[in-house]
């Protein structure tokens, strides 16, 4: 247990669908991140919070929507996805403001499945 | 831009040592960090080099050179639980390689 939860931990969904991933952690971190992680590829950075503000954003498609109300929750919201959108999604949380090399504390992930 | 260089797959014997080697070339650099994946599980954090040099950590020690933008994982006394995948990470909100399946074999 890394003190970062995220549910569901497996979905699926179709391509007109519209759902959300929830990450909380419990171990009082200034930033959160979203993570893809896909076979064969490496991890993709795709928003970083620090603070509630959205510090980066990886040129990630609009279907994926981010939504940190506080320190302790991040969101993604779904819409629309596509077949290749079928990932890993991890959330991980820093102590730190989000910049740097700092520790990055993961959650299981979410296992999408986009039909 | 950023790039990472890991092997894809290393199979290494119960109780030897294995080294894990992470060639990088980033803008900024803030250090190379290493992670560790279960199948199943979540990234854990292994180890962080910010200057040139050894740290240890128990079994596992990690390795820097800034010069030559390279570094590497030591793992010591392989034990059955250390087949995983491992991941170096460099940059500014971390860019990760595409991480190293290691298997021990009795």
């Known amino acids: 247990e890394t003190g970062v939860t995220q549910t569901p931990r497996h979905l699926v969904m179709g391509m007109t669908n519209k759902k959300s991933l929830k990450c909380e952690q419990h171990l009082g971190h200034n930033a959160m991140y979203w993570y893809k992680q896909s076979a064969k590829k490496p991890l993709e950075l795709m928003f970083v919070?620090?603070?509630?503000?959205?510090?980066e954003n990886n040129s990630v498609p609009s279907r994926f929507s981010p939504e940190c109300p506080n320190s302790s929750h991040l969101f993604l919201h779904l819409h629309t996805l596509q077949p290749e959108d079928s990932a890993l999604y991890l959330c991980a949380s820093s102590q730190g403001k989000g910049t740097g090399n700092e520790k990055l504390f993961f959650g299981s992930g979410t296992q999408l499945s986009v039909l | 831009g950023q790039s990472l260089e890991q092997p894809s797959e290393v199979t290494a014997v119960e109780g030897a040592i294995v080294q894990i080697n992470c060639t990088y070339q980033t803008s900024g650099f803030y250090g190379l960090s290493w992670y560790q994946q279960h199948d199943g599980g979540a990234p854990t954090f292994l180890s962080y080099?910010?200057?040139?040099g050894l740290e240890e950590t128990g079994r596992f020690s990690s390795f820097l050179s800034r010069s030559d933008s390279y570094g590497y994982l030591l793992l010591q006394e392989l034990q059955m639980k250390d087949s995983a995948s491992y991941f170096c990470a460099v940059g500014n909100n971390l860019f990760f390689g595409t991480g190293t399946r290691l298997t021990v074999i009795p």
């Open positions: 919070y620090s603070l509630e503000e959205r510090v």
């Open positions: 080099n910010g200057l040139d």
